[in-house]
Each structure stands twice: as structure tokens, then as C-alpha cells.
């Protein structure tokens, strides 16, 4: 079966570091990957994407890499701050008429 | 609206109910999502409605799941004789139509408890 997963469910850093994020496919290659934050009693927002042509894309304090060889996508945050925590869930796509498929999502603590 | 809207917000039913949960999607957008979030857990997928082609309904957990989409746009969830393994935070998404990487937009969802 097609699966997307995301490792750890949870990961304590110290402000300052930079966290870093996994997220890796099976069986299939997606077309592209999104990254989205949740905060408690909230649905998910938007952060970025990456398609499979691409090696990196960059959003402020925000990196995202996919490995296609690896089937894995790396989600960075540098100079991470306690706003930072919340959750973060990876998802695919494989096609334009598909389903957006997501991740169980790592719950990232930020400590100061 | 400016967002995707749901309603309600909370619902509490007694086992064996059956309850409605309603999505608004944003204006224009054409593909409609819905996913389950159980305690701590990720996004289950449910069901997945793109413009006027035939739903996809691969998610649905049991034939007590259906959803609508009425005109393209208002999306109902039903879920009959409701259990307490439906209790869960039900999220709505929208996305704009035809283009296969543009994000989703989530409401804030509907936390259904079944007692």
C-alpha cells in the first residue's frame, strides 16, 4: 500500500536549534509533498511545498528538501523560537484528481 | 466567507443517533475534503469531492458515513447510529480547482462525542 510517514511523534529542542522534520513514502513517488502546522483545537494551515523536480524550497526560517532516491522529504526550521511548537503533519498527492493524503504528524516542543 | 466555515462547532449525540455536520467551502473552490482526527492522532482521510466528477469515498469507515455536496459547494457529513468510536474532531478542507499542488484550507472542524 502507498504510505507516507512521519517517524517521530514528538521532538523537544531548544530555542535557538534548529529542528528538523521527517517524512518518508513508500511504494509509490508522489508528485509533490505539502508541509502543514496544527495548533491545539485547530485545523491545519498551509507551510509550504515541494514537487518532485525540486531538491529545496525555502520559506523565511522555513526549509523543505525531497529526496527522491531516498522517498523522503526533510522539513527544517533554523533559529526555532517556542512559537514554534505545534504539530506538523506531511502530506502527498499523486495526482490532480487524487485526495490529499497526510501523515500522523510530529509534535514539535520548542523550550526555551 | 473568508474561511471554510463548519457547524457545529461541538456536538454531543447519544449512541445510536444520527448527526449532520456541515462544511461552507470557500467561494470557488471546487475540490472538498473531509477528514476524522481521533485524540492525538493524524488526519484520516474520508471522502473527497473534486468539481462534478464522482466522489471519492475510499475513507469512508462504514456504510453509516455518506456525504453530499449540494450545487458544487455546501458539503453535509452524515453519520448514522452513531457509536462512540465515531467521538472524533471532524475537519472540512477546500482547495481551488484543476491544479494538483495548490493547498488545502481547513475549517476549524466539528469535535463530535458520542455518549
Known amino acids: 500500500s502507498q504510505k507516507i510517514e512521519q517517524n517521530s511523534e514528538a521532538l523537544n529542542i531548544q530555542e535557538g536549534k534548529t529542528a528538523t522534520l521527517t517524512c518518508n513514502y513508500t511504494?509509490?513517488?508522489?508528485?509533490?509533498l505539502q508541509w502543514y502546522r496544527q495548533d491545539p483545537g485547530r485545523g491545519p494551515v498551509f507551510l509550504l511545498l515541494?514537487?518532485?523536480?525540486?531538491k529545496e524550497k525555502r520559506k523565511e526560517r522555513l526549509k523543505v528538501t525531497f529526496d527522491t532516491t531516498l522517498k523522503q522529504s526533510l522539513f527544517h526550521i533554523t533559529a526555532s523560537q517556542p512559537a514554534d511548537s505545534a504539530t506538523y503533519l506531511c502530506a502527498r498527492r499523486n495526482s490532480g484528481n487524487t485526495p490529499l493524503v497526510f501523515g500522523k504528524g510530529t509534535r514539535l516542543s520548542v523550550i526555551a | 466567507g473568508a474561511g471554510v466555515s463548519q457547524s457545529p462547532s461541538n456536538k454531543v449525540t447519544e449512541k445510536g443517533k444520527d448527526v449532520e455536520l456541515r462544511c461552507d467551502p470557500i467561494?470557488?473552490?471546487?475540490?472538498l475534503y473531509w477528514y476524522r482526527q481521533s485524540l492525538g492522532q493524524g488526519l484520516e482521510f474520508l471522502i473527497y469531492f473534486q468539481g462534478n466528477s464522482a466522489p471519492d469515498k475510499s475513507g469512508l469507515p462504514s456504510d453509516r458515513f455518506s456525504a453530499e455536496r449540494t450545487g458544487g459547494s455546501v458539503s453535509t457529513l452524515t453519520i448514522q447510529r452513531t457509536q462512540q468510536e465515531d467521538s472524533a474532531v471532524y475537519l472540512c478542507?477546500?482547495?481551488?480547482?484543476?491544479?494538483?499542488?495548490?493547498?488545502?484550507?481547513f475549517g476549524q472542524g466539528t469535535r463530535l462525542t458520542v455518549v
Open positions: 515541494i514537487r518532485e523536480n525540486e
Open positions: 511504494n509509490y513517488s508522489p508528485a509533490y
Open positions: 478542507a477546500s482547495s481551488l480547482p484543476g491544479q494538483r499542488n495548490t493547498e488545502a484550507f
Open positions: 467561494s470557488g473552490h471546487t475540490a
